[in-house]
């Protein structure tokens, strides 16, 4: 259940916008198969929120100094929740709303990410090199956004 006023509030109580989400809930929701082998995968509040394709829950997430700089290592769905899952090496949150979210909300998602001040590399590598996967919106957005940048 997507509940803003409850995520809001809860992160407002001084919980962690970084907390981790448990993958097998996720993957319920997402209406994947079971998570992967291996490895326990680290999944934040904010990635969860972006795989979900959820532009309400990334903006609290980010309002509330979630790390839009960090990196997912985990799987993406391709083509909606019945077409494969395929694993990618750690991206950038950006890189993976490009990847997983289609549609207007890709665009939305993208801006909320970039209020949060996403590095100016990640960002120019982006523009270059994951132009396949935006929105023209998208794209046109990334082609005009200029600042605020995260400091180094």
Do not use: H
Not at 58 to 70: F, K, L
Not at 89 to 102: C, F, G
Not at 126 to 136: F, G, H, I, S, Y
């Amino acid at each position: 259940r997507r509940d803003a006023t409850a995520l809001g509030a809860c992160l407002a109580a001084a919980a962690d916008p970084d907390a981790e989400v448990e993958p097998s809930q996720l993957w319920r929701q997402l209406r994947w198969e079971a998570p992967p082998e291996g490895p326990p995968l680290r999944i934040t509040l904010l990635v969860a929120c972006v795989l979900l394709q959820w532009p309400p829950g990334v903006e609290i997430c980010v309002r509330s100094g979630a790390d839009v700089n960090s990196t997912y290592a985990g799987p993406l769905c391709s083509g909606g929740a019945a077409a494969g899952v395929t694993a990618l090496p750690a991206q950038p949150v950006l890189r993976v709303a490009l990847a997983a979210v289609k549609g207007p909300a890709q665009s939305t998602i993208v801006q909320q990410l970039l209020d949060g001040r996403v590095r100016c590399k990640t960002v120019q590598n982006l523009r270059r090199k994951a132009r396949q996967d935006m929105e023209l919106v998208t794209a046109q957005l990334l082609d005009r956004f200029e600042v605020p940048f995260a400091e180094m």
